[in-house]
Each structure stands twice: as structure tokens, then as C-alpha cells.
């Protein structure tokens, strides 16, 4: 049912997109499906297999670029001893991607996890600079303080609008706003002079990044555009083919469902695409 959005259940299957798209110029991105884990030992597989993904990954000379949910390897849970689990994993899957010259992008979640998550990144970029990024959502109204915050850290950041549901006391109801929050967040991160993933499918977001760019002298090699897996294929083609650097968010996996349940609610048009996937059988 999520075919169009979700390269398959299998690691395989989702190296195979990877490919796919390397031949046309786009790089990938690899999430291992899955999030808000409440049992260590869950946490601790879904560790295992995102540490194999850079089994499959190595020496295939393309960049391995993996996304994973701290709530998927163990940010809820508190060994005996006092140690978060989700930091314990996130330094095996860090020190793993380091050794690769791999990259490491932390997602961000729901509102009541973004304190927790922006510690743990300063403390894991700090331990693994250079191979770790994370995510700032721009619907939400602390995030202009969060940037100034860890921009100490000439840290790699991923700005998107946010996929989940939050209420107005945390995040802007209108669009309009988060258009506007998106852009100057992206601008200021530019400005700093630091790494920006400039992640959206917003065509009038993504012309602005590109005449801001020009206009104040910001190289090419100093952002990228990412965009997920299924949607708009023929603007990740178009901004590939102009040059820019182009990542494409590959999900797969079995726990596609809530993942699958934000697309859905952010652009209602997504159920067709899928109505025709199975319409296609
Ligand atoms: N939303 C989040 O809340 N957290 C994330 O970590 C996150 N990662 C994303 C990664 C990529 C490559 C893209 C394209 C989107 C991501 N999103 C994430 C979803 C966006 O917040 C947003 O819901 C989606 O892109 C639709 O908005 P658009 O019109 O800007 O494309």
C-alpha cells in the first residue's frame, strides 16, 4: 500500500533505490522505519539493523548518508545506573559511520521530545564532529532560539516545516507563518556560514533558497536540497540536473504506518498516488 512512498521492507530493497538513484545523480538517504520504542530490547535490534546498513553500504564507493529516530533506539528508556539508551546506541551507530566516513542525521520528533534531542545531538556532535547532524522544524516558535543556540557547534541542520500534529501553544497554526519561519531560519543558518539541508518540496521555498544563495555569495557546496523518496521525482531530477546537491530520503522497513499517516495528513493528494500504486496491484 505505502509503495510509492517506502522503498520496500528490506535493507535490499532500499540499497536498490540507493542505486536507482546515484545512476540519475541523486544521492540517498536510508530510514530504517520505526519510532517511540518502549522496550530496550526492541531498541536494541532496531540498533543492530541500522548498524547493518552500513554492512550493506561498504565498499560500494557512494556516500552513505542513514537517518534514524532517537526514539527508535532508546530515548525513552533509562538503564539501571542512569544511562539513556538511546545515547548508548546513538554512540555505537555514530562510532560505526565515523570509521566509514559516513554521515548520521538524528530526525526530529514530536514537541516534547526536542530538549531531550538537541542535548543529546550537542553531546554527539561534540564526541563525533563532522559525522552527525540533526533536524529543526520551522512551525515551531522556540526554533529561531534552538539555531542561535547551537550554532557553537557549526552544526549540520536539516530545516523542515515539521509533520506533526502540535498545538498552537508550541507551533504556528498558519501556513504562512511557517513558510516565513522556514525561510529565515534557512537564511540565518546560511549566513553563519554553516551546512544547511534544506529539506522541503515547496517550489517557491526552494527558487528563494537558490536566488538567496546567489544574491549573498553563498556557495553551492555549502547547502543541498533534500526531498522524500516517491514525491516530486521530477524536481529532485531538475534541481540534480542544475547542479545542485540533491538527497533523497529513502523509509523502509515494516513499521511504515505512522510514517505513511504524516504524508497522508500533510498533503491529502498523497492517497492518490497510492490509490494508483494499487491500482497497479
Ligand atoms: N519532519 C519532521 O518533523 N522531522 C523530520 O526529521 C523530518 N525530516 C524530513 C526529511 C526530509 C528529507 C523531508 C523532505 C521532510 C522531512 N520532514 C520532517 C517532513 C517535513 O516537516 C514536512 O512535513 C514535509 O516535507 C512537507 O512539507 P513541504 O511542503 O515543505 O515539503
Known sequence: VAQRFVAGEQLADAVRAVEELERRGIH?????????????????????????IFDAMEGRELPIYVSIKLSQIGQDITLPGGENLGLRNARRILARARALN????????????????????????????????????AYLYRTEADRKALDDLKPNLRIVKGAYLEPETVAYPSKTDVDMNYRRLVYAHLKAGNYTCVASHDERII??????????????????FQLLYGIR?????????????????????????????????????????????????
Open 207 to 224: 527558487e528563494d533558497v537558490k536566488l538567496f544563495a546567489e544574491k549573498s555569495g553563498i556557495p553551492r557546496s555549502q547547502f543541498e
Open 102 to 137: 559516513a554521515f548520521v542525521a538524528l530526525d526530529m520528533e514530536d514537541h516534547p521530545r526536542v530538549d531531550i534531542t538537541l542535548e543529546q545531538f550537542r553531546t554527539l556532535a561534540t564526541e563525533f564532529p563532522g559525522t552527525v547532524g540533526t533536524v529543526l522544524q
Open 233 to 281: 521525482r521530477d524536481l529532485q531530477q531538475k534541481l540534480a540536473d542544475e547542479g545542485y546537491t540533491v538527497r533523497a530520503y529513502i523509509p523502509y522497513g515494516r513499521d511504515w504506518y505512522a510514517y505513511f499517516s504524516r504524508r497522508i495528513a500533510e498533503r491529502p493528494a498523497n492517497v492518490s498516488f497510492v490509490l494508483r500504486g494499487m491500482l497497479k496491484g
Open 28 to 52: 540517498g538517504i536510508l530510514d530504517l522505519l520505526g519510532e517511540m520504542v518502549t522496550s530496550e530490547q526492541e531498541a536494541n535490534t532496531f540498533t543492530e539493523n541500522i548498524l547493518a
